[in-house]
Nanobody
Framework: EVQLVESGGGLVQPGGSLRLSCAASGFTFSTYPMSWVRQAPEKGLEWVSSINGDSDSIVQPDSVKGRFTISRDNAVRLQMNNLRPEDTAVYYC?????????????????WGQGTQVIVSS
């Protein structure tokens, strides 16, 4: 059974930092691309970052480039710096069932339970 478990969310002031982690089990973690997706209150899913199995391909939207860093070792991590109130959301790690990166949340079949990030003064 595939399991993805996120941790590291919390309340942070604007301009602050948080580091999210996602522990994976039940599949060959090192082979599959992993992604982070977020959902703000009353909004749809928004793709945040993706990294391939070898960590040599990283894709991010412009909204987080230069502020968020995705990495992986025995877990997939999201270092978030210079956080803004609009980054407030539930953050999920997710994976598709194929070996290339996809930035479409509708194609992810494995999801964690999510971790809440609140950016507020």
């Amino acid at each position: 059974e595939v399991q993805l478990v996120e941790s590291g969310g919390g309340l942070v002031q604007p301009g602050g930092s948080l580091r999210l982690s996602c522990a994976a089990s039940g599949f060959t973690f090192s082979t599959y691309p992993m992604s982070w997706v977020r959902q703000a209150p009353e909004k749809g899913l928004e793709w945040v970052s993706s990294i391939n199995g070898d960590s040599d391909s990283i894709v991010q939207p412009d909204s987080v480039k230069g502020r968020f860093t995705i990495s992986r070792d025995n877990a997939v991590r999201l270092q978030m710096n210079n956080l803004r109130p609009e980054d407030t959301a539930v953050y999920y790690c997710a994976a598709a069932a194929f070996l290339h990166i996809t930035t479409q949340p509708t194609q992810y079949v494995y999801w964690g339970q999510g971790t809440q990030v609140i950016v507020s003064s």
